[in-house]
């Protein structure tokens, strides 16, 4: 599995074969194609690792007792996280575009973000009901669209880690990793959206 994902990782789903794999992981074709048949199958079973992998750190995050806002940052930065120094995550995300429908009957759904999406979005609905409170939303914030900042700022870290040193001269690198670029814009947020001070939240950014 972890050549598997390594490939995946590198050349994406088209850009991979079954004899690519098979030889990264040191072992005949036979003994690969038995426990998966096509390299669809395996795909599959590359993105069900990697959101599992997602699943465990996220729900460790919720566990945090810790306002509904500071969780759903930490969740986002964890997912950064993740994509930095998991390749079984960065597999899943990548083939979650990548990979051709229909899946096999018994494939998980192949989007990877079902595993933090729905958190994300209860966390922020919650923050917005705490609107007014010191550790919670400015009054008038809209837990929808900070839902929806949190998805692209995740997805601008998978960009960021898989562009990383390959970005033509001249153009804009501010030289931080994505966990840190991503600290740093939150925040810049963080200001316009909670009564706290920012400082409050720096836990959450690391």
């Given at each position: 599995m972890q050549a598997a994902s390594t490939q995946f990782d590198r050349a994406g789903y088209e850009g991979t074969t079954l004899t690519q794999?098979?030889?990264?992981?040191?072992?005949?074709?036979?003994?690969?194609?038995?426990?998966?048949?096509?390299?669809?199958?395996?795909?599959?079973?590359?993105q069900?690792?990697?959101?599992?992998?997602v699943r465990d750190?996220?729900?460790?995050?919720?566990?945090?007792?810790?306002?509904?806002?500071?969780?759903g940052v930490a969740v986002t930065v964890t997912l950064a996280r993740l994509l930095e120094e998991s390749v079984e995550v960065r597999a899943a995300a990548r083939l979650a575009r990548e990979c051709p429908l229909p899946l096999p009957p018994s494939s998980p759904s192949p989007v990877w973000s079902v595993e933090w999406m729905p958190v994300l979005h209860d966390l922020f609905r919650?923050?917005?009901?705490?609107?007014?409170?010191?550790?919670?939303?400015?009054?008038?914030?809209?837990?929808e669209a900070l839902t929806a900042l949190a998805a692209h700022l995740v997805a601008g870290a998978?960009?960021?880690?898989?562009?990383?040193?390959?970005?033509?001269?001249?153009s804009f690198d501010t030289g931080a990793g994505a966990v840190a670029q991503l600290?740093?814009?939150?925040?810049?947020?963080?200001?316009?959206?909670?009564?706290?001070?920012?400082?409050?939240?720096?836990?959450d950014l690391v």
């Amino acid at each position: 599995m972890q050549a598997a994902s390594t490939q995946f990782d590198r050349a994406g789903y088209e850009g991979t074969t079954l004899t690519q794999i098979n030889k990264m992981a040191g072992i005949s074709m036979g003994a690969l194609t038995f426990h998966f048949p096509t390299k669809q199958a395996l795909a599959a079973a590359v993105q069900e690792q990697g959101r599992a992998v997602v699943r465990d750190a996220v729900a460790v995050v919720v566990s945090r007792p810790r306002p509904a806002l500071a969780i759903g940052v930490a969740v986002t930065v964890t997912l950064a996280r993740l994509l930095e120094e998991s390749v079984e995550v960065r597999a899943a995300a990548r083939l979650a575009r990548e990979c051709p429908l229909p899946l096999p009957p018994s494939s998980p759904s192949p989007v990877w973000s079902v595993e933090w999406m729905p958190v994300l979005h209860d966390l922020f609905r919650r923050a917005g009901e705490e609107s007014g409170e010191d550790c919670g939303l400015r009054p008038g914030s809209d837990p929808e669209a900070l839902t929806a900042l949190a998805a692209h700022l995740v997805a601008g870290a998978e960009i960021h880690i898989r562009g990383h040193g390959r970005r033509p001269p001249g153009s804009f690198d501010t030289g931080a990793g994505a966990v840190a670029q991503l600290a740093q814009i939150w925040r810049v947020v963080l200001r316009g959206l909670i009564v706290k001070n920012v400082s409050e939240y720096e836990q959450d950014l690391v």
